[in-house]
């Protein structure tokens, strides 16, 4: 069991509708990424938050923001849902700095998304 | 910019097969290199890593070899069960202000009893 935990496991919205999906990082991790993975394809990243801040982000427009709390948990949220945000969104969380290269990454079991 | 490249799937294989799943990268630079594993209706897995070149990773029988002069990184094993049944995703982390993992398109394996 890698630790690190996202709610709802499962969603549904209407197109033009917010989300706010949640991830509780693994204990000692301090850095936390989300992924976007549509069906059939491998996970697209989406942005970082390291120490409250945004470390780096994606090809994905500004309706796609986030937020990381003093726990270092985070959410990830989404406005003006369309379409094609169907999607499985994965929350993976490690220890950094703020710079360097991935040295491993801790994954939920992810959020499915339907937007109808 | 940087990409992975997998062999597409699905592979069906009998088990106690030989595995191999293809990944070529490229990349400007030295990557560090990854496979993960994701069972149906769950998250991704840390397989395996290298972070330099020659360096092989290894797990639970699964193996993969950093191969600069051929930018590879295949994924081997030398007897497959049913519950290898999954899909593989190659990834690659690059540069020293790189904090993403750029991921392949993922290679779905089915092993029949």
């Known amino acids: 069991e890698t630790g690190v935990t996202q709610s709802p496991t499962h969603l549904i919205k209407t197109r033009g509708q917010q989300v706010t999906l949640r991830c509780s990082s693994q204990?000692?991790?301090?850095?936390v990424s989300w992924y976007q993975q549509a069906l059939g394809q491998g996970p697209q990243f989406i942005f970082q938050?390291?120490?409250?801040?945004e470390n780096g982000r994606g090809n994905f427009p500004p309706r796609f923001s986030g937020l990381q709390f003093p726990n270092y948990s985070s959410e990830l949220n989404v406005n003006a849902l369309e379409l094609d945000d169907s999607a499985l969104y994965l929350c993976?969380?490690?220890w950094g700095t703020g710079r360097g290269r991935v040295t491993e990454a801790f994954f939920g079991q992810g959020t499915r998304l339907t937007v109808v | 910019g940087d990409s992975v490249t997998q062999m597409e799937g699905p592979v069906t294989l009998s088990e106690e097969a030989f595995l191999t799943i293809n990944c070529t990268y490229t990349?400007?630079?030295?990557?560090?290199l990854f496979w993960y594993v994701q069972y149906p209706g769950e998250g991704l897995q840390l397989l395996l890593k290298?972070?330099?070149?020659?360096d092989k990773g290894s797990n639970k029988g699964f193996e993969a070899t950093y191969r600069k002069e051929t930018t590879s990184f295949h994924l081997e094993k030398g007897s497959v069960q049913v519950s290898d049944s999954a899909v593989y995703f190659c990834?690659?982390?690059?540069?020293?202000?790189?904090?993403?993992?750029?991921f392949g398109s993922g290679t779905r394996l089915l092993v029949r009893p």
């Open positions: 993976a969380s490690t």
């Open positions: 990349a400007t630079g030295y990557p560090s």
């Open positions: 290298a972070t330099k070149a020659d």
């Open positions: 990834a690659l982390s690059e540069g020293d202000s790189s904090y993403k993992l750029i």
């Open positions: 204990s000692g991790h301090n850095t």
């Open positions: 938050y390291y120490r409250e801040e």
